[in-house]
């Protein structure tokens, strides 16, 4: 599977953005998606995550009622909607999928996916 994300930029504080994690050579329903982000010089650390039905979520607690992750089946692509977007949200996101999403359970930890994205630069401004 290769995930390729997009949907990033530079916006100001309060603004919106969408990233879109496009997925090739698998089919991300059988998949669990999570979404990452890493900021300069810090670990990288989790945002949000959906089951391969879509049905269940999870959302680190700084993004609770700000961020929502939704996906597309049909398009094959999970979306991470950010709003109210605060300067501390800058980080470069990344999406990724651990194959053996028939369950559902948390998988906050990086080592919990075995695909990732190459990443996509947000960058909130004050």
């Known amino acids: 599977v290769q995930l390729v994300e997009s949907g990033g930029g530079l916006v100001q504080a309060g603004g919106s953005l969408r990233l879109s994690c496009a997925a090739s050579?698998?089919?991300?329903?059988?998949?669990?998606i999570g979404w990452f982000r890493q900021a300069p010089g810090k670990e990288r650390h989790f945002v949000a995550a959906?089951?391969?039905?879509?049905?269940?979520?999870a959302y680190t607690d700084s993004v609770k009622g700000r961020f929502t992750i939704f996906s597309d089946n049909a398009k094959n692509t999970v979306y991470l909607q950010m709003n109210s977007l605060k300067p501390e949200d800058t980080a470069v996101y990344y999406c990724?999928?651990?194959?053996?999403?028939?369950?559902?359970?948390?998988?906050?930890?990086?080592?919990?996916?075995?695909?990732w994205g190459q990443g996509t630069q947000v960058t909130v401004s004050s």
């Open positions: 990724a999928a651990d194959p053996d999403g028939s369950s559902w359970y948390h998988r906050p930890r990086t080592s919990d996916y075995d695909y």
């Open positions: 050579g698998g089919t991300l329903s059988v998949y669990a």
């Open positions: 959906v089951s391969w039905s879509g049905g269940r979520t």
